[in-house]
T-cell receptor, first 112, second 112 residues
Framework: GDSVTQMEGPVTLSEEAFLTINCTYTATGYPSLFWYVQYPGEGLQLLLKATKADDKGSNKGFEATYRKETTSFHLEKGSVQVSDSAVYFCALGETSGSRLTFGEGTQLTVNP | NAGVTQTPKFRILKIGQSMTLQCAQDMNHNYMYWYRQDPGMGLKLIYYSVGAGITDKGEVPNGYNVSRSTTEDFPLRLELAAPSQTSVYFC???????????FGPGTRLTVL
């Protein structure tokens, strides 16, 4: 079945550092890929998405490129802020349905 | 729009008790979902619905039941609470299968 593997956390960075959170997937067909963010005490919010190979999703300075050859969708940001501290989830949307499969989440803490 | 709302925010149950977690959305979304989130884990799909009167099992449906009598509401029922059901429960909705899922703020349930 479909699965998503995220890099283990937690990740701690200083403000203005470069961020990469790795995400790889296993799926049949051509799934959509998502990054969701969860701030403390809140539900998940969509951060960005990509629906086909080589698409780049971007939002709030975050980017991720759908790489079919490496089955990856790594999240990057050039300069993180304290306000980016949250849990980040990579997710895969099944090709023939409406369900999402989530990775385990990566806790990011950004220190001033 | 209120988006996706969930009640209650917190609940403590004794083993064997039953309860219903409420979820409502005012965005006229066809698709609705129930997830559980255990500490350090991603979200696991419990049940989902593609429209009023239609529900289907997700990855972890045992011990739960759902109904979808209206487009707006999607309650989750626990009949005989067990400690293994201690978790944070999230409801989500989307307009169609390829659209972003919008999440509620969650219900934190403890079974003692």
């Amino acid at each position: 079945g479909d699965s998503v593997t995220q890099m283990e956390g937690p990740v701690t960075l200083s403000e203005e550092a470069f961020l990469t959170i790795n995400c790889t997937y296993t799926a049949t067909g051509y799934p959509s890929l998502f990054w969701y963010v969860q701030y403390p005490g809140e539900g998940l919010q969509l951060l960005l998405k990509a629906t086909k190979a080589d698409d780049k999703g971007s939002n709030k300075g975050f980017e991720a490129t759908y790489r079919k050859e490496t089955t990856s969708f790594h999240l990057e940001k050039g300069s993180v802020q304290v306000s980016d501290s949250a849990v980040y989830f990579c997710a895969l949307g099944e090709t023939s349905g409406s369900r999402l499969t989530f990775g385990e989440g990566t806790q990011l803490t950004v220190n001033p | 729009n209120a988006g996706v709302t969930q009640t209650p925010k917190f609940r403590i149950l004794k083993i064997g008790q039953s309860m219903t977690l409420q979820c409502a959305q005012d965005m006229n979304h066809n698709y609705m979902y129930w997830y559980r989130q255990d500490p350090g884990m991603g979200l696991k799909l419990i049940y989902y619905s593609v429209g009023a009167g239609i529900t289907d099992k997700g990855e972890v449906p045992n011990g739960y039941n759902v109904s979808r009598s209206t487009t707006e509401d999607f309650p989750l029922r626990l009949e005989l609470a067990a400690p293994s059901q201690t978790s944070v429960y999230f409801c989500a909705s989307s307009y169609s299968r390829d659209n972003e899922q919008f999440f509620g703020p969650g219900t934190r349930l403890t079974v003692l």
